[in-house]
């Protein structure tokens, strides 16, 4: 049996929706970033980041979101969610992998100043509104690029799994209306039952307190 360890709302989703995706059994251990349960020895032996996702697989863990996409989708070829290699979208595919952790960084950085402190005023308004600023280039350079249905001309893949948690997290500190092509890319990814599968599991999340984090002042 494959087991998720996650968090809602965390990067382990792109996990859990892969595993719908892929029509795959599997168990959930939730966790929560605010109660330490990702600092405790057992999770460290499996994730020593006391990050998530890990998975636990065929008597195998795996951490790191883009290794367990790309593992999961070469366990899986029938699935053609992944170009082989030598495949003429392989290289687009790979950049979108790793695009997607790129506006991933962003986000977290964003988390750091908006949610963790614990004193607010720590935080540096000017960090906040350069970190905002690129995250909105960011994806207005793939709004930009994003000419068809999905990131790659074949179709549906696992890197608009990896590219659409961008959406999950990046509404919360720019309004994505901005954007009405990735806007209409996000709602046909929504649409799709593996996602909302997924979403039906993922669970509540409690690392934002509003629904959206205005520039700051100053």
């Known amino acids: 049996m494959i ?42 032996a499996l994730s020593p980041a006391g990050r998530v996702p ?14 367990i996409v790309q593992s999961l989708c070469e366990r899986h070829p029938e699935a053609a969610l992944a170009p082989l290699p030598g495949a003429a979208s392989r290289g687009r595919y790979l950049e979108m992998l790793s695009y997607a952790e790129t506006v991933g960084c962003l986000l977290e950085n964003l988390n750091l100043n908006r949610v963790f402190l614990r004193d607010p005023a720590q935080a540096s308004p000017v960090v906040i509104k350069l970190l905002t600023a690129r995250l ?31 959406f999950e997290l990046g509404r919360y500190y720019v309004h994505l209306e901005e954007f ?12 799709r039952p593996a996602y909302q599968r997924a979403k039906a599991r993922d669970g509540e999340q409690d690392l934002y307190d509003r629904d959206f984090y205005p520039l700051p002042e100053g």
């Open 180 to 191: 009405p092509g990735l806007m209409a890319y996000w709602a046909r990814l929504q649409a």
């Open 136 to 166: 909105r280039a960011a994806l207005g350079a793939m709004e930009a690029r994003l000419t068809g249905a999905y990131l790659l001309p074949e179709g549906f893949s696992a890197a608009d799994i990896m590219f659409a948690y961008s």
């Open 54 to 67: 890990a998975l636990e697989w065929d008597g195998e863990v795996l951490f790191e979101s883009a290794a």
């Open 3 to 44: 087991r998720l360890h996650h968090v809602p709302l965390g990067r382990s989703f792109r996990v859990m929706w892969l595993l719908e995706e892929l029509g795959q059994e599997y168990e959930v251990a939730y966790y929560s970033i605010r109660d330490g349960s990702m600092r405790s020895p057992e999770f460290l």
